[in-house]
């Protein structure tokens, strides 16, 4: 694991957002998994802004979303879908066959191999952009989740329900599909930003302890290219210096 220590939220949300836009413009035909949250909000917008000051074309990139809500229609407002649409796919004229999202709509017992299988077709994720929940959730990948596994569908915990339903318009779904650990750990490279004090005690955990299910992050450390991403205020109970 490499961790970027920032000097300020703007720096570590602009390294993620510079990250990617390099390796879209070095691999344009780069498989790239999207992560969403509020987290991610800020750098969506500063990709969008260098893609265009840059000229980045992304025509050929493909892209998988981590996860998504059960039990919403894809058009929800809040769906994961619309969310990505809003902040990514419209501003860069991204097409929708360019992106896969995970088959809510498919009878869920074969959603997570349906998935897995349009993931191997593509050849594998090349960079799996990801955030964390304050519970050390990865994806929906609640606590107690295991190493070994893969996209499902999974139960949110009461916590993430919670954290989730501010800005969550109408009732807060219960089930998700969302990639496994192990599905993550697949991926090429892994690139994590976390900002904010919220997340604070998250990523203390997460830099003290190895594959502990309790914080199911902790076993992305043994990815050989995991780079994480900090501000100031999700460093502020680590001891690392610039
Ligand atoms: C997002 C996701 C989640 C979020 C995490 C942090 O697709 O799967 O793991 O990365 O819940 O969310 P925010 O950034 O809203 O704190």
Known sequence: MRIILSESKEEAINTVASTLIEKVAEHPKIVIGLATGKTMEPVYKRWVEIAKDKNIDHSQCFFFM???????????????KSYIKRHLLIPLNIEEDQIEFPPVDRPLKEAGTFYESRIKDKGGIDLQLLGIGQ???????EPGSLKNSRTRVVDLSDDTRVVNSAGFIGEMPVRAVSMGIETILEAKSLLMLVTGKSKADAVKFLLNHHDDSS?????LKTHSHFNLVLDPEAASKINLKI
């Open 135 to 141: 519970n050390g959730h990865i994806g929906f990948n």
């Open 66 to 80: 981590l996860d998504e809500y059960l039990g919403i229609s894809a058009d929800h407002p809040s769906s994961f």
């Open 215 to 219: 914080c199911p992050a902790t076993f």
